[in-house]
């Protein structure tokens, strides 16, 4: 099992930056693969990023190709997202989330998610 806990959230600008930070307990973190998600008021819970349990696999929803970068230090047991160029429509509650597998594909569901950081994005 795995517990994840998001930080970094915050009130920017747009076209600003931040960086979300999922740290996550136990000692077999480089076992997951992991993802970010996010959800905007009213609207349902979107997938944002993936990345493979290796980092060197990622995956990216065509909203944040260009501008979102994920990685992760399993050294750290941590996961990151930089968001670069951020708009008013990124503005959402972030989720970091597990999914106990080495494959470098994404999943259909992932079994652990975090409490969410919220990121608000003024124009």
């Known amino acids: 099992q795995v517990q994840l806990v998001e930080s970094g959230g915050g009130l920017v600008q747009a076209g600003g930056s931040l960086r979300l930070s999922c740290a996550a307990s136990?000692?077999?973190?480089?076992?997951?693969?992991m993802g970010w998600f996010r959800q905007a008021p009213g609207k349902e819970r979107e997938f944002v990023a993936h990345?493979?349990?290796?980092?060197?696999?990622?995956y990216y929803a065509d909203a944040v190709k260009g501008r979102f970068i994920i990685f992760r230090e399993n050294a750290k047991n941590m996961l990151y997202l930089q968001m670069n160029s951020l708009k008013p429509e990124d503005t959402a509650v972030y989720y970091c989330a597990a999914d106990l597998s080495r494959s470098a594909s994404i999943p259909t569901s992932y079994t652990y998610w975090g409490q969410g950081t919220q990121v608000t994005v003024s124009s």
């Open positions: 990345v493979s349990w290796s980092g060197l696999t990622t």
């Open positions: 136990g000692r077999t973190f480089s076992s997951y693969r």
